[in-house]
Each structure stands twice: as structure tokens, then as C-alpha cells.
């Protein structure tokens, strides 16, 4: 059940809370971290930093775009 519940996105102190456990190592025994959720927890960082940075490396993102496309149609 604590599986499921962290790959679902239920914070780890929620399942603790759940589980009636009163340290939060003992809750960490029972979650097994499947790749799925560190592909989804990774994602949702990494769009988090581009979101942050995005205005500053615009332009250098339309630039590139503008170059692929010219290559292609060309």
C-alpha cells in the first residue's frame, strides 16, 4: 500500500500519517521508489528550472527553432 500510494504522488508524510507510524524511517521501509515515479519527480523539476529560466534563454530558444526550420525547408 505505501507503494502505490508514492507512486501515486501522495507526499511521504501523508503515507506516515496513514500508516500510523511515528518516525518517518519506518515509513521509508515500506516505500519501494519504482522508476516511474523518479521519471515523473524528475520532469516535473526539471520543467520547474526551465519555467524559471525560460525569459532569460528565450530568444536563444527562438533562434534555434528559426535555424531548424531554415535547415529543413532548405
Known sequence: MATQLLNADAA???????????????????CKVSNLKVQRD????INAVLQRTLPIHENIFEKAKIGITDSIIN
Open 12 to 30: 511521504l508524510v501523508t503515507i506516515q500519517d496513514l500508516l500510523g507510524h511515528s518516525k518517518i524511517t519506518t515509513t521509508q521501509c515500506y
Open 42 to 45: 524528475y520532469y516535473k523539476a
